[in-house]
């Protein structure tokens, strides 16, 4: 049974640091990973999705790598803002699959 | 304005009753899913459906039901059955299934 992990829990970060956060899967045969983002008593949004063939995803500060072999992805986060504050969440497919989330503080 | 809206925003259920909460959405997306997050949890997944008139059981099906008989409406009724229904209920869609989805703003229920 597909297990998605996601270390440390929480994180708190200096404003303008680059960082990393991280996301493991149990059973690397995964149809796709994505990427979501969860400000407190709201619904997710969508960050970055990466279909089980790409090995990386872009969007503006955010950079989202993918190696199944090692069942791992990575979201970078660069130039940190007091706003990137959130709890940020990945879930594989299939199944939809979710992790517990990584809460992050952006420190001013 | 395409998106998906759930109502209501709070819920209350009280002992045996069934609840049914809502999710429209108008952006023309084949796929609707239900999940359901508790505090400090991951979304954990209820039901799905991929096209009209038709859904599956997620991870945690029991003591809930839904219909599809609209494209852009999934309702989910909480039976009594469902012996812990306090949570965060959040509704999303997708284009296709397993395609990237967008989330509503998602519904809490409490039992009184």
């Known amino acids: 049974k597909q297990e998605v992990t996601q270390i440390p829990a929480a994180l708190s970060v200096p404003e303008g640091e680059n960082l990393v956060l991280n996301c493991s899967f149990t059973?690397?045969?995964?149809?796709?990973l994505q990427w979501f983002r969860q400000d407190p008593g709201k619904g997710l949004t969508s960050l970055l999705l990466i279909q089980s063939s790409q090995r990386e995803q872009t969007s503006g500060r955010l950079n989202a790598s993918l190696d199944k072999s090692s069942g791992r992805s990575t979201l970078y986060i660069a130039a940190s803002q007091p706003g990137d504050s959130a709890t940020y969440l990945c879930?594989?497919?299939?199944?939809?699959?979710f992790g517990k989330g990584t809460r992050l503080h952006i420190l001013p | 304005d395409g998106g998906i809206t759930q109502s209501p925003k709070y819920l209350f259920r009280k002992e045996g009753q069934n609840v049914t909460l809502s999710c429209e959405q108008n952006l023309n997306h084949d796929a609707m899913y239900w999940y359901r997050q508790d505090p400090g949890q991951g979304l954990r997944l209820i039901y799905y459906s991929q096209i009209v008139n038709d859904f599956q059981k997620g991870d945690i099906a029991e003591g809930y039901s839904v219909s599809r008989e609209k494209k852009e409406s999934f309702p989910l009724t909480v039976t009594s059955a469902q012996k812990n229904p306090t949570a965060f209920y959040l509704c999303?869609?997708?284009?296709?299934?397993?395609?990237?989805?967008?989330f509503g703003p998602g519904t809490r229920l409490l039992v009184l």
């Open positions: 879930a594989v497919a299939p199944g939809i699959i």
């Open positions: 059973d690397s045969a995964i149809y796709n």
């Open positions: 999303a869609s997708s284009g296709r299934h397993q395609e990237t989805q967008y």
